[in-house]
């Protein structure tokens, strides 16, 4: 039982997963992202359902005044088991040079900046817990750099290399760290990615790799219970994750370059 579980990205995808999945098993949660209406929505059901107090924080996590006043109240979160899952984030199907510095930008600081920023201001006081887990989505991307998706994989390589450190300096302490890394999902994230007036056309090979939402949420709440550095769900992701991993990076670059693009660069 947590006493307090944040979740941002809670309104759609594995954000929303979560929160159906915890709202029994803790006494305090809160859901942040921008959709505000179906937060609200999501709160009052859980609430009803669960005996739960939901609070809803509405917030653009690419807005630094924003996350300033949500940090802000993270800050005055304390109790004796404390969870924290940075999970929103966006993707941008495409090649970089035609990409939207807006869109990058706004990429840096939902899937970097945000969990830094929230990780940091919740330190003091999971320091002072009983028990405190953080769980940082990341991505399969994360060991891959990957054309047509570079600043995608590049943040989500920052996420897991964060959570690694995180969890050296924090060892000593009550505080577990896990990296979740899923491969292809079936969630709002390939609508978000695709830029307008883009086709859906999708990498042959990739749709073996499809796993389930379910899965991404109990394994990544398993690998976290068990402090597992990183997570990667399904038996077919973890092979991969391995391969990727071992692999030497001449050959990683040469099944990245041979790989059908999404989009060839144009003049
Ligand atoms: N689906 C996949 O295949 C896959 C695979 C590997 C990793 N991931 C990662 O999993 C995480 C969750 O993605 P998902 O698949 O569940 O996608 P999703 O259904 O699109 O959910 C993304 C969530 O992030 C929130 N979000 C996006 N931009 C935001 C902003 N500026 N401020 C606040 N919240 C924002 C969205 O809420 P609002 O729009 O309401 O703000 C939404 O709740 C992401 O970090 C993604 O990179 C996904």
Redesign the pocket.
Known sequence: MYSTVVI?????????AFAQHLAAKCEHMVL????ED?LRTMAADLSNRCNTQVEVIP????DAQARAALTERLQQINGSKLLLIN?????DYGEFCSSSPTTNR?LM???MT?PVELTRAMLPAMLQAETAHIIN?????ADLAIPDFAM?AAS?AFVASFSEALRLELAKTNIHVTAV????????????ARRTGKSKKEVPFRKWFYTTIPCVVESALSAVQKNKPRCYPSFKIRLAGLFVRNAPLWLLRMIMGTRPRRAVPTT
Do not use: Q, W
Request: aromatic content about 6%; charged content about 15%; hydrophobic content about 35%.
């Open positions: 941002t990205g809670a309104s759609s995808g594995f954000g929303e942040i992202a921008r959709s179906k917030c653009d996590l690419s999970n929103a984030g966006l993707g706004m600081e939902v899937n945000a989505i990341a991505s399969l991307a995608y989500k890394c899923p491969g292809p999902v079936h969630t709002n994230f390939g609508e978000v």
